[in-house]
Structure formats: C-alpha cells, structure tokens
C-alpha cells in the first residue's frame, strides 16, 4: 500500500502545479477581492482605486478632482483646486520640488531662522487658503 501511494504523489504534484498555474490570476484576483472586502469593506483599495481615476484628469482636472474626492470620501472640500495662476506656488515647485506639505514647510521654518521669505510667503498662503497638502498635476508640455 505504501508503494501505491509513492507512485502515485508526483503525478498529484504535477497535476496540481498545472492546475494552479493555469489558474493562479484568477485565484489571485479573488484572494484581492476577499482582502480588500475583508479590510477596506469594498472593491479595491485605496491606491487601485486612487489609479484608477489618472484618466479622469487628462479629460478635466475638475472633474478628476470631483472624482477624487468621492474615492476618499472628502467631499467636504479638503481637496481644491489651486488656481495656476497662482504663481507663489509655481515658483515654488520651479525649484523642482514635486510635492507640498505645510507641516514639513512649518517644521523647515521653525528651524531654519535664515529662511529665505518666499518660503514664508507660501507658508502664509496655505494657511489663508486653508490648504494643507500641495500636489502639482502636471500635462504632457509640463504646464
């Protein structure tokens, strides 16, 4: 009996690799789909769900931020538009900073008294702005 068994493990062993490499994208989607049910109590996580909207930006920025918006559920207006005309800020990312924290902006100012005043200037105008993140949303020519 132990014979019969010994033989007939590897063709189990080829028989399940075949099936499982077959199969693995499926079994692999709905592992996804019962993780993020289990811990974010819908489809796709965050960050899917946030790349799923890049294409709403290339149609209109409005529009990828209304969208925006809903996917995080701030629908209370934490996410604006930062008009580009605004050229406090476009300077400010000139420089070839790609992002805008106030709070690592206000730690910088805390701690450096020889700040250079545009740094204080854009300070101040997220705070009247109430804005506290700064993303740039760039198109293909940069602008």
């Known amino acids: 009996m132990e014979l019969y068994h010994i033989k007939e493990t590897p063709f189990f062993l080829v ?9 693995w994208h499926r079994t692999l989607r709905l592992v996804r789909l019962f993780a993020n049910k289990t811990i974010y109590h819908k489809k796709g ?8 909207i890049i294409s709403e930006f290339k ?15 701030s629908n209370n207006g934490i ?22 924290l106030k709070q690592d902006l206000d730690v910088l100012l805390n701690d450096n008294v020889l700040a250079d005043n545009h740094l204080h ?3 101040e105008q997220l705070h009247k ?14 602008k």
Do not use: A, C
């Open 15 to 23: 028989l399940w690799t075949l099936i499982t490499g077959f199969f």
């Open 45 to 52: 996580n965050p960050v899917e769900n946030i790349t799923k």
């Open 59 to 73: 149609i209109s920025t409005d529009l990828g931020i209304s969208k925006l918006n809903t996917v995080i559920h």
């Open 79 to 100: 996410i604006v538009q930062v008009s580009n005309k605004n050229q406090l800020l476009r300077d400010y990312f000139k420089t070839g900073r790609n992002i805008l």
């Open 121 to 123: 200037l854009v300070s």
């Open 129 to 142: 702005m109430g804005v506290t993140l700064v993303v740039p949303i760039l198109d293909e020519s940069k």
